[in-house]
């Protein structure tokens, strides 16, 4: 992707072992290493929580000891209006559709890769780095024109690959994952090698501006106490089932705080955002034959022509099903499941594999 | 790579010749100048000299000067110190709107306390109307505060025709002078100042050191209570080698006056005119004349700030934009946002402070440096390919 010749590269650096691991690793291969660091959000001293969250005072001041332990320039770039507007706000205005969304994606798609990229352009450097567990892959067939490829990062316990399946060919062009490759007990493996001081630092595994996971804490402090109406818990025939506290308290496939008294438990099949209502069933009302995904965003080829059999995921932990995908119009895809699934979540990622190759991704719309 | 700084209005390196003069104060006369037996005594005299050559470079009378713990400190005690003093009087104050940190704060804190504050606004130039400032003023007024220059933009204020304001009615009038103590002339006998803020890092002696003028008769509540020194007003024991320090300071400050300030004209004259000549569609902000020899505030329009500065990095020139306390997150500067500048020029404002070791050399690699990183930043940005006319 850089071309013959070691030049500048900017790695976007957390403080967390994977980042931190990655800057090392470019600079020993001889690249000239800048580390930028994305200020996003202003985190406010609860007292709990004391790592793991992105951009806290703490991530950066490691992440600047980092820098100054492996001889990198190091920067903090303050992002954070564009971040409030981005992904929180589209964060919090998702949950009052009723929708789960996945901020991590936008975050990558609208700040780390185009913000930040643009950042390291202008600070001379040919590409960002990062430290997620992915591979991109320069594919040149003899027929077809150059394209760039995503795969899945070798330790498939790690794999990121989900949250990047916005990432368009000019990015990806501008892109190096180092520890695509790596596993992540040889990641802190090399981490302990080198001597880098956040080599034992724990994971993160929270979304790093909502404070102790309470999203419905975080929805409510951030849009005022009045989101929180109650309203109904209806079946699928409308009937009135109970009441909801406020929809953005609940997930598809729920089954806890429905308070519903009845023989056999209940799952939120939807949320209604327009007549704030939760729709509950059984169990068996929970499987989705399919979905319909919009925003559907490209990699291993431009559009998607005809039918096209994939492994769809449809959260980042799971394993994934085989599907077939048909065009829609509008950038959307249709998505039948040869094997129905359960909690079909609208607002999450579908991305969709071939083996380890992304083919694309988009958003749920609907369950099918 | 050549490693220039050009930040000297964030802070300066110690001038050798205060380094030497603080060194025997650490191991061999290390005395509490308030013990009474020959320790103590042995270092009460160069506390003395100290506070003299302080008084010397402002024309004042050396027990009208009290040292403290820095300028930011300085600023504290004197608008907190007025404040509670006179807090049956009154509890309306008047201050502008480009003041430092130190002071805006200060006073964001006395009106949570239920104090009234005034903040008068500032021209594109960055000077208070003074019809405005005597129009402001109450019965209720019992301090007038108001920066002698600038630190952002060295735009410097009618010190005298303030003071004389302030004195014909009556109102205390402080003016926090730490970036124009040593590099332009204030004389304390003419100028109608009650109190004055100087710190020490801005003037080649170390940080954590700055000072305090308080004409006599002025009453201040102290806000550092515990031992008798500093005449009742600051408690603490003297940290005596950097008193020393910025007693020296002071000294070299006064004698190479006129010999810095020339220099330092004649270097960001420089700068400016290279500036200009090979780089299009910049802008100064500030007071073209009445303006700090060795301050210049630019903006270089259609690229931000923040990339600029941290290229300028790359290239080894150390520069600021914003005030160095805020630089943490780069904001766009309170300062140049209140002179009615647009937030995009504003963002793309650079200040060059130079110092007393800055040479022509230095003042030429950045001019050579300069143009080229603003074309390639220029190259990349989406304003710069619009060409949207900016009103200068």
Not at chain 2, 277 to 303: A, C, D, Q
Not at chain 2, 386 to 392: D, F, P, S
Request: with cysteine; net charge neutral.
């Amino acid at each position: 992707m850089l071309g013959g010749g070691k030049s500048c590269v900017a790695v976007a650096m957390s403080g967390g072992v994977d980042s931190s691991t990655a800057a090392a690793l470019l600079k020993e291969e001889g690249y000239e290493v800048i580390g930028l660091t994305m200020h996003l959000w202003d985190q406010t001293q609860d007292g709990r929580g004391k790592f793991g969250r992105c951009c806290s005072p703490e991530d950066i001041h490691d992440a600047r000891r980092v820098a100054d332990q492996i001889g990198i320039p190091h920067y903090v770039i303050n992002l954070r209006k564009a971040f409030a507007e981005e992904v929180v706000d589209y964060f919090v205005a998702e949950y009052l559709k009723g929708r789960t969304p996945n901020p991590c994606v936008l975050c990558n798609e609208k700040i780390k890769f185009d913000l930040l990229l643009r950042k390291a352009e202008e600070l001379g450097a040919k590409a960002l780095a990062t430290g997620h567990y992915a591979r991109i892959e320069l594919c040149s067939s003899p027929k077809k024109p150059l394209r760039y490829l995503l795969r899945r990062g070798k330790d498939r316990n790690k794999d990121q690959s989900y949250f990047l399946f916005s990432m368009t060919q000019e990015q990806m062009s501008k892109v190096l994952f180092p520890l695509g490759e790596k596993s992540k007990a040889e990641v802190r493996q090399q981490a302990l090698k080198l001597g880098l001081r956040v080599a034992k630092k724990a994971e993160s595994q929270e979304i790093c501006f909502v404070p102790d996971d309470d999203y419905r804490r975080f929805v409510e402090k951030r849009k005022g106490r009045e989101i929180s109406q109650p309203g109904e818990i209806v079946n699928r025939d409308g009937k009135v089932l109970g009441f909801h506290r406020g929809l953005h308290s609940y997930t598809i496939g729920q089954r806890r705080g429905l308070g519903i008294a009845a023989p056999h438990p209940y799952y939120v099949l939807a949320l209604d955002a327009e007549r704030n209502r939760v729709v509950a069933g059984k169990k068996e009302e929970l499987i989705a034959h399919g979905l319909v995904a919009s925003g559907v965003n490209w990699i291993s080829f431009p559009r998607l022509e005809g039918e096209v059999e994939a492994l769809v995921q449809i959260r980042h932990r799971h394993p994934g099903t085989p599907a077939i995908l048909s065009p829609l119009d509008m950038g959307r895809v249709k998505v039948d499941f040869k094997i129905p699934l359960n909690s079909v979540t609208p607002g999450q990622a579908a991305v969709f594999y071939l083996e380890d190759e992304v083919l694309g991704g988009g958003w749920i719309e609907r369950a099918l | 790579m050549r490693r220039v700084y050009m930040d000297h209005n964030a802070t300066t390196p110690v001038h050798p010749e205060v380094l030497e003069a603080m060194m025997p104060f650490f191991m061999e006369k290390f005395g509490n100048a308030s013990s009474i037996h020959w320790a103590g005594r042995e270092v009460k005299k160069y506390m003395d000299e100290a506070r003299e050559n302080v008084a010397a470079l402002l024309n004042a009378t050396p027990n009208e000067i009290i040292f403290t713990g820095c300028g930011t400190e300085s600023d504290n005690m004197a608008i907190k110190g007025v404040a509670f003093a006179a807090r049956e009087k009154g509890r309306h104050i008047i201050t502008t709107q480009v003041e430092h940190h130190a002071v805006l704060h200060t006073c964001q804190f006395l009106e949570k306390m239920g104090y009234e504050i005034t903040y008068l606004p500032v021209d594109s130039e960055g000077l208070i109307d003074l019809t405005e400032l005597r129009h402001s003023i109450r019965d209720q007024t019992i301090l007038i505060t108001i920066m002698f220059a600038n630190n952002e933009t060295g735009t410097i204020f009618p010190v005298q025709k303030i003071g004389e304001i302030a004195r014909e009615k009556g109102i205390i009038f402080h003016t926090d002078a730490i970036q124009a103590a040593g590099k332009v002339p204030i004389d304390l006998q003419r100028l109608p100042v009650d109190i004055l803020s100087l710190s020490g890092h801005k003037l080649y002696a170390p940080k954590g050191i700055g000072a305090q003028y308080i004409r006599s008769g002025t009453p201040l509540t102290s806000l550092i209570h515990g031992g008798a020194q500093e005449r009742n007003r600051r408690a603490g024991t003297e940290n005596v080698p950097y008193i020393v320090g910025l007693g020296k300071a002071s000294e070299i400050a006064r004698r190479d006056l006129q010999k810095r300030h020339d220099h330092l004209l004649a270097l960001r004259d420089r700068l400016h005119q290279g500036i200009i000549n090979r780089i299009p569609h910049v802008k100064l902000n500030g007071h073209p004349t009445e303006r700090l020899p060795n301050t210049l505030n630019m903006s270089f329009l259609y690229i931000e700030g923040e990339s600029l500065l941290l290229n300028l990095d790359l290239e080894g020139v150390a520069v600021s934009s914003g005030s160095a306390c805020t630089s943490g997150s780069l904001e766009s500067s309170h300062v140049l946002l209140a002179m009615g500048i647009p937030p995009e020029v504003a963002q793309s404002a650079i200040r060059f402070g130079l110092g007393w070791s800055n040479t022509l050399e230095d003042v030429d690699y950045t001019v050579e440096v300069l143009p080229r990183i603003v074309q390639r930043l220029r190259d990349m940005s989406p304003l710069y390919q619009k060409r949207v006319g900016m009103a200068l």
